[in-house]
């Protein structure tokens, strides 16, 4: 059986805080064979003030030809924000148990976390780690003459298009076709940050695959609004770093614009 790479997102989940919006994570975990225990395949980001969670980081699984591994997805209410590995100590919201088969079988595979506590949808992918390799992406906010950055907690998401489209492709994809394949910490002024990020998750391998940014506005009880948004592709942003470019220009619905500092620092290519 080949590998697979797994994005999770939640919808309607349970609400478990009182003056606030749930802080749920995710957690994959396998069967083990021939027993009722489970163990820990890896959990998600925390993501705070969400009911309707979409989570960025990606889940790789695998089998045997001849296994089909039972999984579990469990989603807790994060309380204790001091100690975030401490699941035991964390709000129980709901969980959904399946076989890796329902994943290949139905490439967007939704079960319920139980009763009123909301749906999982797992999107599953063939995964080929001759397409992987590491990206190292610097990230920061770069010139904002508008001011769309002033005044709040703002954050970059990156959007990888499903299929093989470019960037003269922009106007002929639809928003729905994409899959969120980086979500930043805070943008603060000129602070940039390094990001490690999967060449597969990102584009597929292919540096000319097309990538959509949303910079939005971080608002309490989970109310982001997007500020703006553009398109690019990991060859350009290579490109911008090899010039030493001031960024990429993301545009509002109003035309005002602000460039982020966004460049492909290094590409290492999968090797093996």
């Given amino acids: 059986m080949p590998d697979y790479e797994v994005s999770i997102t939640c919808k309607d989940l349970a609400d478990k805080d009182l003056f606030s ?31 309707n969670p979409q989570f960025s980081r990606k889940f790789r699984l695998s089998a045997a030809q001849d296994q089909n591994p039972k999984l579990r997805v469990a989603v807790v209410d994060i309380d204790n924000f001091e100690d975030v590995e401490k699941i035991a100590d964390q709000e129980f919201i709901g969980r959904a148990d399946f076989h890796l088969s329902d994943l290949v079988t139905s490439p967007m595979f939704t ?22 390799g590491l990206v190292s992406m610097e990230i920061g906010s770069g010139s904002d003459p508008d001011g769309l950055l002033k005044g709040g907690s703002n954050f970059l998401e990156i959007h ?61 009880r989970g109310s982001h609004r997007l ?41 290492s290519p999968y090797k093996g």
Avoid at 22 to 50: A, M, Q, W, Y
Avoid at 233 to 242: I, M, N, P, V
Wanted: hydrophobic fraction near 35%; proline fraction near 3%.
């Fill in 21 to 51: 919006k749930s802080d749920p994570v995710l957690i994959l975990l396998e069967n083990v064979p021939n027993s009722k225990r489970f163990i820990e395949v890896g959990k998600t980001e925390l993501i705070k003030d969400c009911l």
């Fill in 111 to 132: 079960a319920s976390l139980g009763r009123d506590c909301g749906l999982v949808t797992l999107k599953t992918s063939p995964y080929d780690a001759q397409l992987d």
């Fill in 160 to 220: 990888r298009a499903d299929h093989a489209a470019t960037l003269a492709d922009v106007g002929r994809v639809c928003s729905s076709a994409y899959s969120l394949a980086h979500r930043t910490d805070q943008l603060q002024g000129a602070d940039f940050r390094l990001a490690d990020l999967s060449l597969f998750t990102l584009c597929r391998g292919d540096p000319h695959r097309l990538l959509r940014l949303e910079c939005w506005r971080r608002g309490s």
């Fill in 227 to 267: 500020l703006a948004s553009g398109h690019t592709s990991l060859e350009e942003l290579r490109q911008l770093a090899e010039a030493g470019g001031d960024g990429v220009e993301l545009a509002d619905q109003r035309g005002r614009t602000l460039r982020l500092t966004v460049r492909a620092v290094s590409v």
